[in-house]
């Protein structure tokens, strides 16, 4: 196999992969390296940052499109892995003689019958199993029925005894959500529980308490005015399907298509990522270009199986999908994208269009934040772009001002710190430009909190948490 340092070049996606792939190999961190006898698969173990070493291949099957795999958590294809092995068949390592692992074969053999000529033939319909669904709607409608009356126990014996009850009662009932296959209804019930256990330690404030009754009332009403429109097969409009959202519905790909919940052709750049509650809860937010909207990427890693779920990581390029699918929501739509993407470098004119959509007016923008978060099938946390005049320095306080010299207190992200906004690799970055800000309401302090996530020039995306 012919491979020279120029084409390693044009591989990798950028020039710190290309740094830090050929720091891999050259530093001896491959343990293992491995090839098939006619040199179109290869294989290498290397040592990584966690318990386990890496895994990294790369597939010659067609020479013209190599196909690189790791099981590293980065996005990056190739990723630093890869590019070590690249490096380490131009330098002609000494490569053990391996037999091609039998998923690599299964894994060809699916894309050999993926690239023939599709049989045209009509194919029969999948038969629907309308009595099946019937079944698990009507199960649903009776989880929902259970959660109005604790709600409706809750409410005769007062918020204050609620919060001070066996609370390990309410936990048992949001497991049993799972019974009735409404996980979306289990997570609202624990995020109940867990605004009661923190009325507890500030001084009986039953406003998070009050709040999250009243989302979860509103959800439970809706959701079974919905389900008896699918019982009886009532015309069911994309509206009305956020409730599956809500509800706790998986949805896959195909799903997504059939409904309309897609978009074709589309490029998108990750403006900010965190990780909540013990990384069991990754976020990435982005700017979907020709959409000129903000939505995100949600992984969910529970404890239990989080070794089984493949984390997700911040993106530094721009991503091109032929199809991008957006989950029913009201804003800031969870987004997902399939295997079949492309990656390029960030250009000029990809800044100019996410501060395109930059809002000027902080009183006009709290205004439609806070009407939003009225709205019980709306996400608890908004996500905007807003552009500013100067960040400025209050003793201890942040603020931004806008042109209209309107000014919006900060808040830190957490696990963050706003002195961060005195170490930015340049000062300008504080006056004129945009910044990735997220609301949300804590209730309480009973304000509106603004947390500030990356800085937005017309060259670069500073974050501020990664």
């Known amino acids: 196999m012919g491979i020279n340092v120029a084409w390693i070049e044009e591989q990798a996606v950028n020039a710190n992969a290309l740094k830090n792939g050929r720091a891999i190999y050259q530093s001896g961190k491959f343990i293992k390296l491995y090839?098939?006898?006619?040199?179109?698969?290869?294989?290498g173990e290397c040592l990584g940052s966690g318990s386990k070493n890496?895994?990294?291949?790369?597939?010659?099957?067609?020479?013209?499109h190599p196909i690189f795999r790791c099981n590293c958590p980065s996005r990056q294809f190739p990723c630093k892995h890869s590019i070590g092995l690249l490096f380490a068949i131009e330098d002609k390592a000494n490569f053990e003689i391996c037999e091609i692992p039998e998923d690599i074969v299964k894994k060809r053999e699916r894309l050999i019958k993926r690239a023939q000529p599709k049989d045209n033939t009509e194919k029969k319909p999948k038969k629907v199993n309308k009595t099946g669904q019937k079944k698990r709607w009507m199960k649903q409608k009776e989880g929902l029925f259970v959660c109005e009356t604790m709600l409706q126990?809750?409410?005769?014996?007062?918020?204050?005894?609620?919060?001070?009850?066996?609370?390990?009662?309410?936990?048992?009932?949001?497991k049993q959500m799972n019974d009735y296959y409404l996980p979306g209804i289990q997570r609202l019930i624990l995020e109940l529980v867990i605004e009661a256990k923190n009325a507890l330690t500030s001084d009986a404030v039953y406003d998070g308490v009050i709040a999250n009754m009243l989302r979860?009332?509103?959800?439970?009403k809706k959701g079974k005015q919905y389900l008896d429109k699918k019982i009886n097969e009532e015309e069911i409009t994309q509206d009305d399907q956020i409730m599956d959202e809500l509800l706790g519905h998986v949805w896959n790909?195909?799903?997504?298509?059939?409904?309309?919940?897609?978009?074709?052709?589309?490029?998108?750049?990750?403006?900010?990522?965190?990780?909540?509650?013990?990384?069991?809860?990754?976020?990435?937010?982005?700017?979907?270009?020709?959409?000129?909207e903000i939505h995100k990427t949600v992984n969910m890693r529970p404890l239990k199986v989080a070794k089984y779920i493949k984390e997700d990581d911040s993106v530094l390029e721009k991503v091109r999908?032929?199809?991008?699918?957006?989950?029913?929501?009201?804003?800031?739509r969870r987004m997902r994208y399939d295997e079949n993407f492309t990656t390029c470098d960030i250009e000029a004119q990809d800044y100019l269009h996410i501060r395109e959509i930059a809002k000027m007016d902080f009183e006009q923008v709290i205004k439609e934040v806070k009407n939003q978060l009225k709205n019980p099938l709306c996400d608890q946390e908004i996500a905007i772009i807003l552009a500013y005049e100067q960040i400025k320095q209050n003793q201890d306080d942040f603020v931004m001002v806008d042109e209209f010299n309107h000014q919006l207190k900060l808040t830190a992200m957490e696990g963050t710190s706003l002195h961060a906004l005195t170490t930015l690799p340049s000062q300008n970055l504080l006056s004129k430009q945009c910044a990735l800000v997220i609301f949300s309401y804590n209730y309480h302090?009973?304000?509106l909190l603004a947390k500030p996530m990356s800085l937005i020039?017309?060259?670069?995306?500073?974050?501020?948490?990664?």
Request: charged share 20%.
């Open 54 to 64: 890496y895994i990294t291949s790369v597939d010659f099957q067609d020479q013209s």
């Open 321 to 332: 999908t032929s199809c991008l699918y957006l989950y029913p929501g009201v804003n800031n």
């Open 457 to 466: 020039s017309n060259e670069q995306i500073v974050r501020l948490l990664y």
């Open 153 to 174: 126990d809750i409410t005769r014996m007062g918020v204050a005894a609620f919060v001070n009850s066996q609370l390990k009662d309410y936990e048992n009932i949001a």
């Open 35 to 43: 090839r098939s006898a006619d040199e179109t698969f290869y294989m």
């Open 445 to 447: 302090t009973h304000y």
């Open 216 to 220: 979860l009332y509103q959800i439970v």
């Open 253 to 292: 790909l195909k799903e997504l298509k059939e409904a309309g919940f897609y978009e074709e052709n589309q490029e998108f750049i990750q403006l900010g990522f965190c990780s909540k509650n013990e990384d069991t809860l990754q976020i990435g937010y982005w700017y979907v270009h020709p959409l000129q």
